[in-house]
T-cell receptor, first 115, second 112 residues
Framework: KAGVTQTPRYLIKTRGQQVTLSCSPI?????VSWYQQTPGQGLQFLFE???????NKGNFPGRFSGRQFSNSRSEMNVSTLELGDSALYLC??????????????FGPGTRLTVL | GQQLNQSPQSMFIQEGEDVSMNCTSS?????WLWYKQDPGEGPVLLIA?????ELTSNGRLTAQFGITRKDSFLNISASIPSDVGIYFC????????????FGAGTILRVKS
């Protein structure tokens, strides 16, 4: 079956703009988690959605938000972009909640560059 | 959240050699996971460990969940060129709500 897909794969924005990234999980998976990957901080957990509700959250400012739709697809939004938001944003899907030790499958990521 | 200490940061080894990398933490973990990330791709799960002392193999890869639950190692035997990539340890611990935390990664380069 198809893996996790993320769109777009690459994005260039300028400071102050906002951006929306999209993630389609593996069919049948109900949980979607988002991660930020940077050379300096590595992979860091942003948040997790399950059944259209945010179930877990990392330590990121409120400019980072997300949502999940009834078909389990998820979007992540970053408002008022800063240079430091340049990163690879990874989405991972799992059958159930990740904190219940359900295996997460990662998408290829969206590379965001903020100029 | 917890920072995992992963070492070494990078390795440049001869094809056919065995490789070892490890991760340590200051907290007790419930799970230890090992991922590999190739350029332009997301991480792919190699091995998942759920019990202290557990030793699990996946082909040429072997990983162990440390008895203290604060460390894990990954061994790759007889490395081949396609082993090149970044290897991440990751784990979950209760005080952080079992959110997945990652090590900084080990960059593996193989000399053919």
């Amino acid at each position: 079956k198809a893996g996790v897909t993320q769109t777009p794969r690459y994005l260039i924005k300028t400071r102050g703009q906002q951006v929306t990234l999209s993630c389609s999980p593996i069919s049948g998976h109900r949980s979607v988690s988002w991660y930020q990957q940077t050379p300096g901080q590595g992979l860091q957990f942003l948040f997790e959605y399950f059944s259209e509700t945010q179930r877990n959250k990392g330590n990121f400012p409120g400019r980072f938000s997300g949502r999940q739709f009834s078909n389990s697809r998820s979007e992540m939004n970053v408002s008022t972009l800063e240079l430091g938001d340049s990163a690879l944003y990874l989405c991972a899907s799992s059958l159930g909640l990740s904190y219940s030790y359900n295996e997460q499958f990662f998408g290829p990521g969206t590379r965001l560059t903020v100029l | 959240g917890q920072q995992l200490n992963q070492s070494p940061q990078s390795m440049f080894i001869q094809e056919g050699e065995d490789v070892s990398m490890n991760c340590t933490s200051s907290s007790i973990f419930n799970t230890w996971l090992w991922y590999k990330q190739d350029p332009g791709e997301g991480p792919v799960l190699l091995i998942a460990l759920y019990k202290a002392g557990e030793l699990t193999s996946n082909g040429r890869l072997t990983a162990q969940f440390g008895i203290t639950r604060k460390d894990s190692f990954l061994n790759i035997s007889a490395s081949i060129p396609s082993d090149v990539g970044i290897y991440f340890c990751a784990g979950q611990y209760p005080e952080y709500g079992n959110k997945l935390v990652f090590g900084a990664g080990t960059i593996l380069r193989v000399k053919s």
